[in-house]
């Protein structure tokens, strides 16, 4: 990641159990309906479509994260989230781009998330890794009530011809 802002000592890896209470926290600052503890739990232990991932310091302090399932060709991003005063530093465009990179490598040829259409920081994130709006799920959220906008990339890389790149 070329990113100043990203600070060199920051790794991605694979979230772990040991990780959920320190997720939940965050989790907890980011959602009006946040993911409880047990569902960070169910998906790392009980879904085998499920593809965690956290961003640490040197500490080993978590700093974001991001949940997935990987299905057949499809990678859907269930979750991603930033700890409010680590926000802003690309941790969340590199925990994206982690995950869309290996679900390339895992032959899938799209990703798709929702967001709410009223979350704008969320939403210039994703744009910015080129997805683009391909649906609208009206009145899917609650709490408070907003629609989901579709979002999908296409992971298919392409030469310089526009064909396929094997
Ligand atoms: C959305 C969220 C994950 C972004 O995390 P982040 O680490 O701060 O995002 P990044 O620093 O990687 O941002 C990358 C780009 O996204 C866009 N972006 C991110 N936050 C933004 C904001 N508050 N306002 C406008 N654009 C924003 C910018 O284009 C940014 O690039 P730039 O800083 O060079 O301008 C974070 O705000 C968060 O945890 N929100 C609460 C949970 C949430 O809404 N998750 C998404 C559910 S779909």
Redesign the pocket.
């Known amino acids: 990641m070329e990113d100043d802002?990203?600070l060199n000592s920051i790794t991605i890896r694979p979230m772990q159990e040991s990780d959920i209470d320190a997720a939940f926290a965050?989790e907890s600052?980011?959602?009006s309906l946040p993911w409880s503890a047990k569902s960070f739990r169910y998906e790392l232990t009980q879904s085998p479509a499920s593809r965690l991932f956290a961003a640490v310091d040197d500490h080993n302090e978590i700093l974001?994260y991001i949940a997935t399932w990987l299905i057949e060709d499809e990678l859907h991003?269930n979750?991603?989230?930033?700890?409010?005063p680590?926000?802003?530093?690309?941790?969340?465009?590199?925990?994206?781009e982690h995950v869309l990179a290996g679900a390339r490598h895992a032959s899938a040829k799209i990703a798709t998330?929702?967001?709410?259409r009223s979350?704008?920081?969320?939403i210039?994130?994703?744009?910015?890794q080129g997805f683009l709006q391909t649906g609208l799920r009206p009145v899917y959220y609650q709490d408070p009530t907003d629609d989901a906008l579709i979002l999908s990339k296409s992971l298919i890389e392409l030469d310089n011809n526009g064909r396929r790149r094997l």
């Open positions: 802002r990203l965050i600052q980011s959602y974001g991003i979750n991603i989230a930033v700890s409010p680590h926000r802003r530093r690309h941790i969340a465009a590199a925990l994206l998330l929702e967001v709410r979350n704008e920081a969320a210039a994130l994703y744009l910015g």
